[in-house]
């Protein structure tokens, strides 16, 4: 089976630095991908990781580590806008496209 | 942009009808995926396609089916309502697994049984 853990619930301040932490146990691990989820809207893709290492995109970077079954989205001078939830989910090589989710992390952005 | 549309944002259907839910997506994507969203339970699959006329059964198939007629559409089907599906219902779609398969997210219809 597959098991990926994250955080219920963050709060953080604007202007501040966060990490959302998640980890997973999975067979057959392919990558990883973050998603953000706006209250009321559809996820939308923030990154994808299939290699060891940091990636970073602007504000918003993502980290695996594939030996430790771990990865972490940093997001950085946060804004009101980001309050959010967000999303992690693996891919397997099943040969198809599927992802399994995480539950969420509600992030909370306050003034 | 791609575009994923789904034809209700919100529904209300009675114990026992049947609940057609219809997604479109225009950028060609092989593949395409029906999701329910939970509170504390999070984003559970329901059923993929991969291709038109093929379909696979996600992680929690039971009282749903699916059809793919065409390579743009994908719809779900609640062939008995129950009120144990009222939820929000997420279409995706994506490129087959390789460089670029980010699955792309429908606006999501929220059904509610009664």
């Known amino acids: 089976g597959q098991n990926i853990d994250q955080p219920t619930e963050m709060t953080a301040t604007e202007g501040a630095i966060v990490q959302i932490n998640c980890t997973y146990q999975t067979s057959g691990f392919n990558g990883l991908f973050w998603y953000q989820q706006h209250a009321g809207e559809a996820p939308t893709f923030l990154s994808y990781?299939?290699?060891?290492g940091l990636e970073e995109k602007g504000r918003f970077s993502s980290f695996l580590s594939r030996s430790k079954g771990y990865s972490y989205l940093l997001l950085k001078e946060l804004q009101m806008k980001d309050s959010a939830s967000y999303l992690c989910?693996?891919?397997?090589?099943?040969?198809?496209?599927?992802?399994?989710f995480g539950k969420g992390t509600m992030l909370l952005v306050s003034p | 942009d791609v575009k994923v549309t789904q034809s209700s944002r919100y529904l209300v259907k009675r114990t026992g009808e049947k609940v057609f839910l219809e997604c479109v997506q225009d950028m060609d994507h092989e593949n395409m995926f029906w999701y329910r969203q939970d509170p504390g339970l999070g984003l559970r699959l329901i059923y993929f396609s991969y291709d038109v006329k093929m379909k696979e059964k996600g992680d929690i198939p039971e009282g749903y089916s699916v059809s793919r007629e065409k390579k743009e559409r994908f719809s779900l089907i609640l062939e008995s309502a129950s009120t144990n599906q009222t939820s929000m219902y997420l279409c995706a779609s994506s490129q087959p697994q390789g460089e670029s398969f980010e699955q792309y997210f429908g606006p999501g219809t929220r059904l509610t049984v009664t």
């Open positions: 989910a693996v891919s397997r090589n099943s040969g198809y496209s599927t992802l399994t």
């Open positions: 990781n299939v290699l060891d």
